[in-house]
Every structure is written in structure tokens, then in C-alpha cells.
């Protein structure tokens, strides 16, 4: 009997063909774009090459030796140009807050001077135990103020491993030149000139600090306007993030309502009466974009409101609420959108709400909700472009972080409500073959 | 070429509908003509074609070829125009079952356009009308099976359509409610409701239909008043005999 059973729901499975794609497919597609997306992540603190600005204002050889030390990390890839032209520090700063680039190193004018200099004095101080006055090159750091913090330990590590190198080249390189030197010195004090040859050697001892004392310091800047002072936190990161993942799973009863209409007799009824396609789907899209928009002001106010009690830094949510407002608007949009289309598209409830579900998964991580986008690999770097959550968490981030106002967030508004349009075109163009029987 | 002065209730010429992928159509040059103020009875075997037909002349279903006219106007060129006129009592409970009765009524209402202050009114007419205005508010799917099919038929008759389609109206309920719908039924067309109605229960069909047409292979092989069709019949006491005459008593798929 129990063989029966089996048998008949193998049956029943190979008959759905929509079933079996959301069973295989899928998962398949979410094992497939995850494990992509997480790669570099989970290989950035190893040898995955990071792509950094590098502006290298030294006048002496030690910054170009510094660039050689920070690419032989295999860490670092560095780039000296952007649009065919040398980078200069402000338009690093300016390319690294609009988010093309992570981070930018600056290298300043008087490096190889001041990391010189240190050098000698550092060795001299060991030989002599003094505490030298040792003022170290200085290395700027500007970090993109997106990024997240693990992310940018794994940068700033790299970093380091670079920066190690040229500061053992150069005591070394100190060492060689002062040590015949103090051990002349310490020869004819004790001894005297002439009968340096008789007598047993002291040499000189190295104090321990010599080996840690710091040649480069690296010196982290923010990447804002003066003006701005928001700081960027989990909060500002995930509330937005997980808003937009929040909305887009309204897809599910959304799709769940189209297809128990169909099931139901209820839209063949519908259909009889004077009621346009249009005016159908239209009334499920502003019933559910007033439910989106309920669900974004409450998760926002969560981030804003509740967070904050539980220890977290407040969410601030930058100074343009009407770019907030149609971002807000344009990102529910295209959620409802996309539940209409695979509301009419797939057959069953199941389908809709296993398709519905791992897609929007499948989208958010693209979006870098999950991982953020500059983590990924080159190649999911230029697939995440097409996620509706990246758009909407590039316009929140963008008013949240980099204080973004309409104009600045409309391309990513466009986007969301040309996704919208398409989608609904595309589930009208299905409901009208459905009315003609085909 | 049919005329529209003539004003029948409904016409159809040559209609053929091959959906896509069938091996044969689901109606095969079909000619049809129904007189405006009748009960009229569209009974046939599974898979003759009835919900073919009554799906294309309620606008659901485009022809393949051949013209459809209801209440003189052409199906697919004037469709909103014949929807705004008709009624449709689907085989399926076509109702929101997590709302009550009330708020289904309503609901359709407003997507009949019945204009806002007559909607109350006639709300609780129907309701009244199907033995369902002590538990409007109970939600449809707390309902028993009699109940869900008068709700049914209360929905179709909201905008009171000059024509009423009724696709096996009173399959599996008890002799009550059924008996309650016929009776319903016939006030309707009393009142000057045109209804076109397909059944598999042969009593019914002959108690209640002026005119019934026998619909086989997507094509109509008998037509007329169903006492005026038994007499004519050798061997046929009623319109049980006839049909099993007319279709065979081999099983249909």
C-alpha cells in the first residue's frame, strides 16, 4: 500500500511540469547564485584581488615601492586612472563616495621623505634606547561609507601586509648604513682607537621596539562631505536592505489572490462582466502598494524607533523625504508588479509561492541585500544590475548615506517603475490570450 | 448571412472553435437560433460542446470562425456591450468564500455597475430572492453546498440581464435547494428573463424548458419544445429516451 502511495505521488509530480522546475530548477538557480555571490566574500581576507584607487603624490621612489609591495599581496589590484585620466586625491574622494570605487589610497607629496627619515631614527633610537621624536609617513584611507565593516578589515589587513613589507625594506636598509657606524663608535669607546684588534668585542645591543616601531601610519577618512555627518552602521545597511526583501514578498498573496480567482471561477465570472483586464489588475496593485507602503513605514520606523532600545545606533534616514517617499513608492511598485505577472504566468499556488519565494530571493541576493555588490565576482557584479532590489537599495542607500536627494535617486526610480510597466504589460498581454481562448 | 432585424435572442452561423493543440473542434460549424423570452435547454453528452458555446456567447471565448449575436449584437466586436446585458451562473461557485454573502453581492455589484444607490436595495432583493437574507453575513465558505449554488445564482441576477446563462445550475445539491431554484427560475423568465440553461437532468430540462437543442460533436442535431420532440420519436416516452436515442449509449471521455 505504502509503495501505492509512492507511486501515485511520483505520478502526480512528473504531470506538473511547473511543479518540477520549482522543485529542481530553483534551488538549483538559488545554490548556484548564492554560492557566486558569497565566492569573494569568503575569499576576501585570502587572495581575491580587490580593486582599489591608488593616487600617488610622492615625489621620492617609496610610494612606488609601496604600490609594488600592495599588489605583491596579491590583495590589491590598484587602479591609477579612471575615464583615461591620472586620479587626483579629490576626485578619488568624489569616485569612492559616489560608489564607484570601495576605498582610495592616497599617498601624500612628502612620503618618501618623512618614511626616510623615520627610518633612520627609528634605528638610531634602538641603538641608543632612545624615544626618538618619530614622526611616520602618512598613508589616507578613504572608504566608501557603504561598506561594511568586515569587509573593510579585510581591506585594511591587506593593507597592512603591504605597508609591513616597505617598512622592513627601509630599517633594513637604515640597519645596514648605521650599524658599521655604531660599531665604530662602540669599539673606540671602549678600546680606544688603537687597540680595537686586542680586545674582546661588546657589540652593540638592539633595543626590541626597534623591529615594531611604526614607519607608515594609516590614517582612515571618511569620504563625506564635511557637512555630513551621518555615519554609516548596520542599522543604515540592513533596514533598508531587508525593507525592500520585506516588500517583494508580497509577491506571494499577491499572486495567491490572481490564481485562486482563476481557480475559484471567480476572474471566468469577472471576465463576464463589463470589467476591463486593466481595471482588474489595477485595483490589486493600489490595494496592495497601500499594504507595501504600510509595510515600509513600519519596518523604517522599527529601524528608527524600536532598534535603538534594543542597543543598536538610530536609523537615520537622510533629509529628503520626498525622494524617500517615491522611492518608497516606485520600489512597491514594481513588487506588486511583479506579483501580477507571476499571478497570471504560473498555475498553482505552490508554484507561485516557491517560484515567488526563491526568486525574490535570487533577486535580493543579486541586489546585494545579502552580500553587498562590490563583494561579488566580476562577473555577478555586472548580473546584479538587472535585480529591483538593487535599484531600490542603491536609492535608499543613496538618501540614507550619501545624502541623495529626488534627482539623484531617479535613475533608480525610473528603473523601478519601467520594471513595473514591464511587468504589467507583459501580464496583460497573458490575460488577453486567456480572454481569447488561445 | 443572419439578419439582426429579425432580433432574436441569440444566433449563431457557422460558429467553429478549435482550441489550440485539439486534435478535433469543440464546435464544428454550429447554427443556433433562440427566441427572445424562452427557457431554453442546452443539453448534449460530455464534450458535445455546451460550455464551449455558452462560453463563447458570454464573451469568454473568442470563434475560430463564424459570427455569434446576443440580443443583436455581435460577441467579439461589441463585447462589452452584450456583457453589460447578460448574466452567467457558472458550474463553479464563483464567489469569494472568505466573504460573506453580502460582501460578494456587493462586490459584483459594483462590477456591474449598478449604480451606488440602488446597490443596497437590490443586494437584499436577490438575497431575499435565493432564501439567503437570515445569514447574508455568514461567510460563503461556512455555507453548505445548497447554499453556495443560490448564492451563485444570486450574483447572476444582480443587474437583472435581459439573458441569463446557467451552466448545470443545480448539480449536487439537495432536492430543497434545487427544487427552490427551479421555481426561482421560472418567476424569472416570468418577469421577462431569457434564460439559457444546460443540465445532464433530464426531468428538470423537461419541466422547466419551452425549447431544449441536442448538441453533439460541437454540432446541434435536434432542436424544439421538448414534448413536441419525444412525440416525435418512435419509442420514447420522455426526454431521457430521446437523448440516449439521439447520442447513443456509448461512454463519452
Known amino acids: 500500500m505504502l509503495l501505492a502511495h509512492v507511486k501515485k505521488e511520483l505520478l502526480l509530480l512528473s504531470r506538473d511540469r511547473g511543479g518540477l522546475l520549482v522543485l529542481f530548477v530553483m534551488p538549483m538557480m538559488l545554490v548556484l547564485v548564492l554560492s557566486l555571490i558569497q565566492d569573494n566574500l569568503f575569499r576576501a581576507s585570502g587572495e581575491t584581488a580587490t580593486r582599489a584607487l591608488f593616487v600617488n603624490q610622492d615625489k621620492g621612489p617609496w610610494g612606488e615601492e609601496l604600490a609594488q609591495q600592495l599588489e605583491a599581496t596579491g590583495a590589491l589590484e590598484l587602479v591609477t586612472k579612471s575615464a583615461d585620466k591620472k586620479v587626483d586625491q579629490s576626485t578619488a574622494r568624489q569616485l569612492v563616495f559616489r560608489g564607484d570605487f570601495q576605498f582610495a589610497i592616497i599617498v601624500p607629496e612628502n612620503f618618501s621623505t618623512r618614511v626616510g627619515l623615520a627610518a633612520e631614527r627609528s634605528v638610531k633610537a634602538a641603538f641608543h634606547e632612545q624615544q626618538d621624536m618619530i614622526v611616520p609617513g602618512q598613508l589616507k584611507i578613504f572608504f566608501d561609507p557603504t561598506l561594511r565593516g568586515v569587509y573593510r578589515t579585510a581591506v585594511t589587513n591587506a593593507l597592512a601586509r603591504g605597508v609591513t613589507g616597505l617598512e622592513i625594506a627601509r630599517k633594513s636598509a637604515a640597519l645596514g648604513r648605521q650599524l658599521p657606524i655604531e660599531l665604530k663608535h662602540s669599539l673606540e669607546k671602549q678600546f680606544g682607537p688603537d687597540e680595537v684588534n686586542s680586545v674582546q668585542l661588546e657589540l652593540p645591543q638592539l633595543s626590541g621596539d626597534w623591529a615594531r616601531q611604526t614607519l607608515i601610519e594609516l590614517h582612515e577618512e571618511s569620504s563625506y562631505p564635511a557637512k555630513y555627518t551621518t555615519l554609516p552602521t548596520s542599522v543604515q545597511q540592513n533596514v533598508p536592505a531587508w525593507t525592500l526583501f520585506g516588500m517583494f514578498f508580497i509577491v506571494i498573496p499577491l499572486a495567491g489572490t490572481l490564481i485562486r480567482e482563476r481557480q475559484e471561477g471567480t476572474m471566468t465570472r469577472l471576465m463576464t462582466m463589463p470589467v476591463s483586464n486593466g481595471s482588474l489588475l489595477l485595483g490589486k496593485i493600489l490595494a496592495y502598494l497601500l499594504i507595501c507602503l504600510i509595510q515600509a513605514v513600519l519596518m523604517l520606523m522599527v529601524g528608527k524607533f524600536i532598534l535603538p532600545l534594543l542597543g543598536t545606533p538610530v536609523l537615520e534616514i537622510g533629509s529628503a523625504p520626498l525622494a524617500l517617499f517615491f522611492v518608497a513608492v516606485s520600489a512597491a511598485l514594481a513588487a506588486c508588479g511583479y506579483g501580477i505577472l507571476v499571478g497570471v504566468v504560473v498555475r498553482s499556488y505552490e508554484q507561485a509561492s516557491t517560484f515567488g519565494a526563491v526568486s525574490v530571493v535570487i533577486a535580493a541576493a543579486l541586489g546585494g541585500v545579502m552580500v553587498p555588490v562590490y563583494v561579488m565576482p566580476r562577473a555577478m557584479q555586472d548580473l546584479s544590475v538587472i535585480s529591483p532590489l538593487g535599484w531600490g537599495l542603491d536609492a535608499f542607500l543613496e538618501i540614507f548615506i550619501r545624502d541623495g536627494d529626488l534627482v539623484s535617486v531617479m535613475p533608480r526610480i525610473a528603473a523601478l517603475g519601467g520594471f513595473f510597466i514591464l511587468c504589467l504589460f507583459c501580464a496583460l498581454l497573458v490575460s488577453r490570450r486567456w480572454r481569447r481562448g488561445v | ?253
Open chain 2, 1 to 253: 448571412m443572419m439578419h439582426a432585424a429579425d432580433n432574436p435572442l441569440l444566433e449563431t452561423e457557422g460558429l467553429t472553435k478549435v482550441y489550440s493543440g485539439a486534435t478535433r473542434p469543440a464546435l464544428d460549424g454550429l447554427d443556433l437560433r433562440v427566441e427572445t423570452g424562452s427557457i431554453f435547454g442546452l443539453l448534449g453528452p460530455n464534450g458535445a460542446g455546451k460550455t464551449t458555446l455558452i462560453s463563447l456567447l458570454c464573451t469568454l471565448l473568442r470563434p475560430t470562425s463564424g459570427q455569434v449575436r446576443v440580443l443583436g449584437r455581435d460577441v467579439v466586436k461589441q463585447a462589452n456591450e452584450v456583457r453589460r446585458r447578460i448574466g452567467l451562473v457558472p458550474q463553479d461557485i464563483a464567489l469569494y468564500p472568505s466573504l460573506t454573502a453580502r460582501e460578494n453581492l456587493r462586490y459584483f455589484a459594483r462590477a456591474l455597475r449598478i449604480p451606488r444607490s440602488r446597490i443596497e436595495a437590490r443586494v437584499r432583493e436577490c438575497l431575499d430572492l435565493v432564501g439567503l437574507l437570515d445569514c447574508d453575513n455568514q461567510r460563503i465558505s461556512t455555507y453548505s453546498g445548497g447554499m453556495k449554488r443560490r448564492a451563485n445564482l444570486a450574483v447572476g441576477i444582480l443587474h437583472e440581464p435581459e439573458i441569463l446563462f446557467l451552466d448545470e445550475p443545480t448539480v449536487g445539491i439537495d432536492a430543497q435547494s434545487r427544487n427552490l431554484i427551479l421555481e426561482r427560475l421560472a418567476e424569472l423568465n416570468q418577469s421577462g428573463m431569457s434564460l439559457l440553461y444546460t443540465t445532464h437532468y433530464m426531468e428538470e430540462a423537461q419541466q422547466l424548458c419551452d425549447e431544449i437543442a441536442v448538441i453533439d460533436a460541437g454540432r446541434v442535431i435536434a432542436q424544439g419544445s421538448p414534448t413536441g420532440l419525444i412525440k416525435g420519436a418512435a419509442d420514447c416516452e420522455n426526454l431521457e429516451d430521446l437523448f440516449l436515442s439521439l447520442t447513443g449509449k456509448q461512454l463519452r471521455d
